[in-house]
């Protein structure tokens, strides 16, 4: 009986393995690509994985890595090819497509950056051998991803895409929001601990920078004024101004606030872009 269970829960691993492999056939051909292949659109969380890529590539740390971008207006993100991914239907989400093994597929941006550091930088340049370090980044990293992401996310759906302003809705999650950068702005004053910090943890850049950084530098999508928070604003600029974040934000097209800057309106244009196809998901949905 347990044999025969064991035979049935094999088949049926193997029916979805090969369900999943044949949905991954109907995407891009360079979801084959041997390596890295990234998924991702031009987003906070698109960013997070490239700016480790970028520093990995510059320290010849990875040979190179494949993105393959991913149309929101086409609702890419929620076929079966993505979903093959990751289930959750959002960007970003990778393949490592591994020499003799079976492709790895990780998703949630904090888990791909996690996943990256402990195959590729395995000297720890970008995150620690001591694991008392490692706990304080991990700290940082849940942090941000149950934090500012969702509610500066809310905030930027409220403040720009929402069909109807709602006061209530805007100022709940810009204030949360400017909670949480006040938190970084004391670390890194070192209000509590008397130590200024020029990064998160330990005294170096690591990916719970790069996990967070992308989020900030958006803060005026949200609402939200950053020159508010000046020891924040520039571990910003610390971490923009790095050749790896520049070429980053360049994956898979330049990124907005660049854009934004160069051609105000564009702002504007992108606003009611983003509304669309958010508002055609959630009909989407019913
Ligand atoms: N917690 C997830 C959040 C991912 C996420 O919300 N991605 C957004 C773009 S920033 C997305 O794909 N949105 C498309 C959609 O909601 O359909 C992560 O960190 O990866």
Redesign the pocket.
Known sequence: MQAAQRLSNVATHLARSVMTDSALSHGPKELQNKGLVLLL?Q????NKPVYLLEELKALGKIPDYTFVPVS?GKNE??SDWFEAVNPN????ALLDNREGKKPIKV????SILLYLAKTYDTDATFHFKDEDLQTELLNWIFFI?GGV?PMQ?QANHFFRYAPEKIEYGIKRYQDETRRLYQIYEDHLNGTKDGEKKEWLVGGKYTIADMCTQPWVRMAMWAGVELEKFPALAAWVERIEKRPATQAALKVPEQDMLSKIKDDPEYADQLAKKSSDWIMK?NQAKK
Not at 89 to 92: F, K, M, V
Not at 107 to 110: F, G, T, V
């Open positions: 659109a987003t906070p969380n698109g929101f993100q929620k239907g959002r960007i970003p998703w949630e941006s904090a991803q992401g996310g998901g």
